[in-house]
């Protein structure tokens, strides 16, 4: 191999970044993660702490920034690896400052790695117990997200002495023909939401004539409560450029563009660098690794419209339109960008592309189940003890994701439902916990795999306000151009808020089943077949919670909040405490005759703060539903006029 | 409530679109002219609407309809303290409008507003990445996690202080 002219300058350039590795190998390294939610979580402040007290001691240590693990319950998380202490690599999590401070003392002066603190070591040893026992770390499957939290995003050496850019430089070698074959073999579905097999379209968009031809990154990312396509391209970039230079080499694009939403500044930010990087390098550009293949890559920011993650909304909005959705056929893989025959797919498909040109389609498919191979990542929030960012393989039960892989539900509550694939998804229930994750189950079951968002909501949260919620999102989010989808959704809301305030009619079940068959069968794109997917499963698995918000004017999970009041229990009310009437925004709480507290249901904006402010010794603030439960308490006359102070 | 664009505004709005004269550009240009006025002026101003038919030569329906079908664009100025509280999945099942409703009292004005001395404006964001912190609220770039209504009097108490702080720092501020 060593005359092969690609291989010898791609060698060349390994060794270039395995000489920058050289410089810190013999130091200590301090690994602290920096992506938005690290950054949100006190991470810079973390970071300033660890160079304040390393410049005191006079401490030659690495500080590594790295992106982001997905451990985002453990934000701001550090890794200390001090090979001279005879320790392994700690991890240690929810660092703050004053945590930092003490750990270069510590460990690094004095080789003490603070067992109270330490939440494991990162590999396997006989000192510390590693932080592969617990399930949150073994159970995931980490292929795609494999580099993210360990490698610098903003040093292209980094990802190439962890071996980044050899799929490309494999790639080069391969003829289209045989690329697209191998991701066609692999069985590679699209993971922006539909699961459209990769290597078909990839098929479809070769086969054209045209002489230009594009590639774009779908990196809009727009339901409201998913954050893997960001973090993917915070912490490892290079992971998905290289898999766009490989899509374009095998379609025989010159062109790519990522799309990518604005309010991702610091993804915009890494990516920008990242580009220029690679194509300092010869990775990009013209040229690639002094062949005669070219790739330009640019960015395209978006403006914060859900509906333009719709690959032909997505093309109206790069051509400076409002970003409504189009007929297809034609699909943009056969006339799409300014006319030009266009593949489209999304930054984890992208993702996926290096490591099955790098090990094969074989290799690939020994992960997952036959009909989706590979890894699924899914941001997992709401009511788990380890919320963050999984991977984990195709196929394994949602009761494993929520209640091994994330802990299960935090304080003792019950698992009431799991909301997957945002607005376009569904809410399902405990009976179907045992449904393994790929498309097609989750599709059966009523839920979808969409963008990959998780909701797990407990016992005290409310179905049909979650289901409320997403309606009111794409009802916003509609972009009018059908009116089933722009009337329709506008109606099914209307019906949902009346529900919720205690104002629904029995009627309004039969209705909201009608309307939603009417909105899925008479929208074009994908945003208004599918709006309606949250009333339809949770009617089907949660009827009860709709027929005790019409029938009885209660909210089983006691959030919505026309129809639950607080009280205050007199016989567990303690005379001198005031926790209550400081802290209610409204000044509701009031002083009975008795110096015990009660509640003026007028003012109560039921916003549930004096529950959160009794002390639990007393514990006597009650939530109820329906309202009428709350005994009454009248305010003594003489505090009332206290209150217009 | 209407607000009048100040000359600073202008003339960097010109700046702006001077820079497009004399070229030929696309349709396709629209939306990153008006990311960059809104990234330095904070917000799109009537005027930029007219400014940027005529440097693009298409009507000024085409450029408001564009500029009010994406959520980024906002036509009133934002306050110096851009409040923005995070209404995603994650923050609304653990209570975000209860946190949003606690900043529209506390200031008197609904999201999407900004107070007459702009110094405060409220809007709601969805999902801001930190879902593990929710419910959250930022105010510029600083986010807060875990937020409780009784926390949002603390911002405020938070942002006085730095007041005080900053007009000690400025010179002339006895006078
Ligand atoms: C309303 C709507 C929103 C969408 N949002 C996204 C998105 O945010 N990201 C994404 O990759 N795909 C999104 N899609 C799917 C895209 O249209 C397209 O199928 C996908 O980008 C193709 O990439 P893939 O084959 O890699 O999955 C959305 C589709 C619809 C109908
Ligand atoms: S939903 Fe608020 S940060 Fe994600």
């Given at each position: 191999?060593?005359?092969?002219?690609?291989?010898?300058?791609?060698?060349?350039?390994?060794?270039?970044?395995?000489?920058?590795?050289?410089?810190?190998?013999?130091?200590p390294?301090i690994?602290l993660?920096?992506?938005?939610?690290?950054?949100?979580?006190?991470?810079?402040?973390t970071?300033?702490a660890f160079?304040?007290s390393l410049?005191?001691y006079?401490v030659?240590v690495?500080?590594?920034?790295?992106?982001?693990?997905?451990?985002?319950?453990a934000?701001p998380y550090v890794i200390i690896d001090h090979?001279e202490s005879g320790f392994p690599p700690v991890f240690y999590h929810n660092v703050t400052p004053g945590k930092a401070n003490m750990l270069v003392q510590r460990f690094l002066l004095e080789n003490d790695p603070c067992f109270e603190h330490v939440y494991g070591a990162t590999?396997?040893n006989?000192l510390i117990p590693?932080v592969?026992?617990?399930?949150?770390?073994?159970?995931?499957?980490?292929?795609?997200?494999?580099?993210?939290?360990?490698?610098?995003?903003?040093?292209?050496?980094?990802?190439?002495?962890?071996?980044?850019?050899?799929?490309?430089?494999?790639?080069?070698?391969?003829?289209?023909?045989?690329?697209?074959?191998?991701?066609?073999?692999?069985?590679?579905?699209?993971?922006?939401?539909?699961?459209?097999?990769?290597?078909?379209?990839?098929?479809?968009?070769?086969?054209?004539?045209?002489?230009?031809?594009?590639?774009?990154?779908?990196?809009?990312?727009?339901?409201?409560?998913?954050?893997?396509?960001?973090?993917?391209?915070?912490?490892?970039?290079?992971?998905?450029?290289?898999?766009?230079?490989?899509?374009?080499?095998?379609?025989?694009?010159?062109?790519?563009?990522?799309?990518?939403?604005?309010?991702?500044?610091?993804?915009?930010?890494?990516?920008?660098?990242?580009?220029?990087?690679?194509?300092?390098?010869?990775?990009?550009?013209?040229?690639?690794?002094?062949?005669?293949?070219?790739?330009?890559?640019?960015?395209?920011?978006?403006?914060?419209?859900?509906?333009?993650?719709?690959?032909?909304?997505?093309?109206?909005?790069?051509?400076?339109?409002?970003?409504?959705?189009?007929?297809?056929?034609?699909?943009?893989?056969?006339?799409?960008?300014?006319?030009?025959?266009?593949?489209?797919?999304?930054?984890?498909?992208?993702?996926?592309?290096?490591?099955?040109?790098?090990?094969?389609?074989?290799?690939?498919?020994?992960?997952?189940?036959?009909?989706?191979?590979?890894?699924?990542?899914?941001?997992?929030?709401?009511?788990?003890?380890?919320?963050?960012?999984?991977?984990?393989?195709?196929?394994?039960?949602?009761?494993?994701?929520?209640?091994?892989?994330?802990?299960?539900?935090?304080?003792?509550?019950?698992?009431?439902?799991?909301?997957?694939?945002?607005?376009?998804?569904?809410?399902?229930?405990?009976?179907?916990?045992?449904?393994?994750?790929?498309?097609?189950?989750?599709?059966?079951?009523?839920?979808?795999?969409?963008?990959?968002?998780?909701?797990?909501?407990?016992?005290?949260?409310?179905?049909?306000?979650?289901?409320?919620?997403?309606?009111?999102?794409?009802?916003?989010?509609?972009?009018?151009?059908?009116?089933?989808?722009?009337?329709?959704?506008?109606?099914?809301?209307?019906?949902?808020?009346?529900?919720?305030?205690?104002?629904?009619?029995?009627?309004?079940?039969?209705?909201?089943?009608?309307?939603?068959?009417?909105?899925?069968?008479?929208?074009?794109?994908?945003?208004?077949?599918?709006?309606?997917?949250?009333?339809?499963?949770?009617?089907?698995?949660?009827?009860?919670?709709?027929?005790?918000?019409?029938?009885?004017?209660?909210?089983?999970?006691?959030?919505?909040?026309?129809?639950?009041?607080?009280?205050?229990?007199?016989?567990?009310?303690?005379?001198?405490?005031?926790?209550?009437?400081?802290?209610?925004?409204?000044?509701?709480?009031?002083?009975?005759?008795?110096?015990?507290?009660?509640?003026?249901?007028?003012?109560?904006?039921?916003?549930?703060?004096?529950?959160?402010?009794?002390?639990?010794?007393?514990?006597?603030?009650?939530?109820?539903?329906?309202?009428?439960?709350?005994?009454?308490?009248?305010?003594?006359?003489?505090?009332?006029?206290?209150?217009?102070? | 409530?209407?607000?009048?664009?100040?000359?600073?505004?202008?003339?960097?709005?010109?700046?702006?679109?001077?820079?497009?004269?004399?070229?030929?550009?696309?349709?396709?240009?629209?939306?990153?002219?008006?990311?960059?006025?809104?990234?330095?002026?904070?917000?799109?101003?009537?005027?930029?609407?007219?400014?940027?038919?005529?440097?693009?030569?298409?009507?000024?329906?085409?450029?408001?309809?564009?500029?009010?079908?994406?959520?980024?664009?906002?036509?009133?100025?934002?306050?110096?303290?851009?409040?923005?509280?995070?209404?995603?999945?994650?923050?609304?099942?653990?209570?975000?409008?209860?946190?949003?409703?606690?900043?529209?009292?506390?200031?008197?004005?609904?999201?999407?507003?900004?107070?007459?001395?702009?110094?405060?404006?409220?809007?709601?964001?969805?999902?801001?990445?930190?879902?593990?912190?929710?419910?959250?609220?930022?105010?510029?770039?600083?986010?807060?996690?875990?937020?409780?209504?009784?926390?949002?009097?603390?911002?405020?108490?938070?942002?006085?202080?730095?007041?005080?702080?900053?007009?000690?720092?400025?010179?002339?501020?006895?006078?």
């Amino acid at each position: 191999m060593s005359n092969d002219p690609i291989y010898t300058t791609y060698n060349q350039i390994v060794e270039q970044s395995l000489q920058h590795q050289n410089g810190i190998q013999n130091i200590p390294k301090i690994h602290l993660g920096l992506s938005t939610c690290g950054i949100a979580a006190g991470a810079l402040e973390t970071k300033a702490a660890f160079e304040a007290s390393l410049q005191e001691y006079q401490v030659n240590v690495y500080l590594h920034t790295v992106g982001c693990m997905g451990h985002c319950y453990a934000e701001p998380y550090v890794i200390i690896d001090h090979p001279e202490s005879g320790f392994p690599p700690v991890f240690y999590h929810n660092v703050t400052p004053g945590k930092a401070n003490m750990l270069v003392q510590r460990f690094l002066l004095e080789n003490d790695p603070c067992f109270e603190h330490v939440y494991g070591a990162t590999v396997e040893n006989e000192l510390i117990p590693s932080v592969y026992e617990f399930s949150r770390f073994h159970r995931e499957r980490r292929l795609v997200m494999k580099h993210c939290g360990q490698i610098d995003p903003e040093n292209i050496h980094e990802y190439i002495a962890a071996g980044g850019y050899a799929a490309l430089a494999k790639a080069l070698h391969m003829d289209a023909k045989t690329i697209i074959q191998e991701i066609q073999h692999s069985g590679l579905r699209g993971r922006g939401g539909a699961g459209f097999p990769t290597g078909k379209k990839w098929q479809i968009a070769s086969e054209s004539q045209a002489a230009d031809k594009i590639v774009i990154c779908n990196a809009d990312e727009g339901d409201p409560g998913a954050y893997m396509d960001r973090t993917l391209l915070e912490s490892n970039p290079h992971q998905v450029l290289e898999g766009i230079a490989i899509c374009a080499i095998a379609v025989g694009a010159k062109r790519a563009i990522i799309y990518i939403r604005s309010e991702y500044p610091l993804a915009i930010k890494t990516l920008t660098l990242a580009i220029a990087q690679a194509k300092s390098l010869g990775l990009l550009g013209s040229a690639i690794l002094n062949t005669s293949c070219q790739v330009e890559i640019e960015i395209f920011q978006g403006s914060g419209a859900f509906v333009c993650g719709e690959e032909t909304a997505l093309i109206q909005s790069i051509e400076g339109f409002r970003g409504m959705p189009q007929h297809r056929p034609p699909y943009p893989v056969s006339k799409g960008l300014f006319n030009h025959p266009t593949v489209i797919n999304n930054v984890k498909t992208l993702a996926t592309v290096p490591l099955i040109i790098e090990h094969g389609a074989d290799w690939f498919k020994q992960t997952g189940t036959p009909n989706t191979p590979g890894t699924a990542i899914f941001s997992v929030v709401g009511s788990v003890v380890h919320p963050g960012l999984v991977e984990v393989e195709m196929g394994i039960s949602l009761r494993e994701l929520i209640f091994t892989v994330c802990g299960g539900i935090p304080g003792k509550k019950q698992f009431k439902a799991v909301q997957i694939g945002g607005p376009s998804g569904g809410c399902l229930p405990d009976a179907y916990l045992d449904t393994p994750i790929d498309f097609d189950s989750l599709t059966q079951a009523g839920a979808m795999m969409g963008s990959g968002g998780m909701v797990v909501i407990d016992e005290t949260s409310c179905v049909v306000d979650v289901t409320r919620f997403f309606l009111d999102f794409t009802q916003k989010e509609s972009c009018g151009k059908c009116t089933f989808c722009r009337i329709g959704t506008r109606h099914l809301l209307d019906i949902l808020k009346r529900i919720t305030v205690g104002n629904g009619e029995e009627s309004d079940i039969g209705l909201l089943e009608s309307l939603s068959i009417d909105v899925k069968q008479g929208s074009l794109c994908g945003l208004g077949k599918t709006a309606a997917n949250p009333v339809i499963t949770s009617l089907r698995y949660f009827r009860s919670e709709y027929e005790a918000h019409i029938v009885d004017k209660q909210c089983p999970g006691k959030t919505c909040r026309p129809l639950i009041a607080y009280y205050i229990d007199l016989e567990k009310c303690a005379r001198g405490c005031d926790a209550c009437v400081g802290c209610c925004p409204t000044n509701a709480v009031f002083t009975t005759r008795t110096r015990k507290k009660g509640i003026d249901l007028q003012l109560c904006v039921k916003c549930g703060e004096c529950m959160a402010a009794c002390p639990p010794e007393y514990n006597a603030v009650r939530k109820v539903s329906p309202p009428h439960l709350a005994p009454v308490i009248e305010r003594p006359p003489d505090t009332d006029t206290n209150l217009s102070h | 409530m209407e607000f009048e664009t100040t000359d600073q505004d202008l003339i960097t709005l010109y700046t702006i679109c001077d820079q497009f004269t004399d070229k030929i550009i696309e349709r396709g240009q629209l939306i990153p002219i008006l990311q960059q006025i809104q990234e330095k002026i904070g917000y799109i101003p009537k005027e930029a609407i007219v400014k940027v038919s005529e440097v693009l030569s298409i009507s000024q329906a085409a450029v408001y309809g564009v500029a009010t079908f994406y959520n980024q664009f906002r036509f009133v100025p934002p306050g110096k303290y851009p409040i923005k509280v995070c209404l995603g999945t994650a923050c609304h099942v653990k209570g975000a409008d209860i946190i949003l409703e606690n900043f529209e009292r506390k200031l008197g004005i609904k999201e999407g507003e900004t107070t007459q001395n702009r110094e405060f404006s409220v809007e709601r964001v969805a999902c801001v990445g930190c879902c593990a912190l929710a419910p959250v609220a930022l105010v510029g770039e600083q986010v807060y996690g875990h937020m409780a209504p009784s926390k949002v009097e603390g911002i405020f108490t938070q942002i006085e202080v730095k007041k005080q702080i900053e007009h000690k720092q400025t010179p002339n501020s006895e006078n």
